[in-house]
């Protein structure tokens, strides 16, 4: 039986080409990561340079062209259809109490009843 310490056994050899393998995955991952985050930033950027938006130079460029609409003045209440009370509100008198509803005749289902 080959000892497993021995650097030319199958074992030992199939377990470093794996390693190494991992090792090249890991660093080809990495890389991978930086170069899409790279991407997407030099995407961003040319967006923001080439369409008109609220950032940037552009703003200043864009919204000097254009002048900010007149805005009608505020409507009053009367305008909206709004209109005060007829008198002052003030302290109402007691009312005597109104009877409840008549117990239903037979008894009725209660509720948790068995």
Not at 95 to 107: C, E, L, M, S, T
Request: hydrophobic share 45%; proline share 11%.
């Amino acid at each position: 039986m080959p000892d497993s310490r021995d650097a030319t056994s199958p074992r030992r050899l199939a377990a470093l080409q794996r390693d190494a393998a991992l090792a090249r995955l890991g660093r080809v991952r990495r890389w991978l990561i930086a170069a899409t985050a790279a991407l997407t930033a030099g995407i961003a950027a040319l967006v923001s340079a080439v369409t008109p938006g609220r950032s940037g130079a552009a703003t200043h460029a864009y919204s000097s062209q254009r002048a900010a609409p007149q805005l009608p003045p505020a409507a009053g209440p009367g305008q909206l259809g709004l209109q005060g009370p007829a008198q002052a509100p003030g302290v109402a008198a007691p009312q005597a109490a109104a009877p409840g509803p008549a117990p239903a005749a037979g008894g009725g289902a209660v509720s948790g009843g068995s």
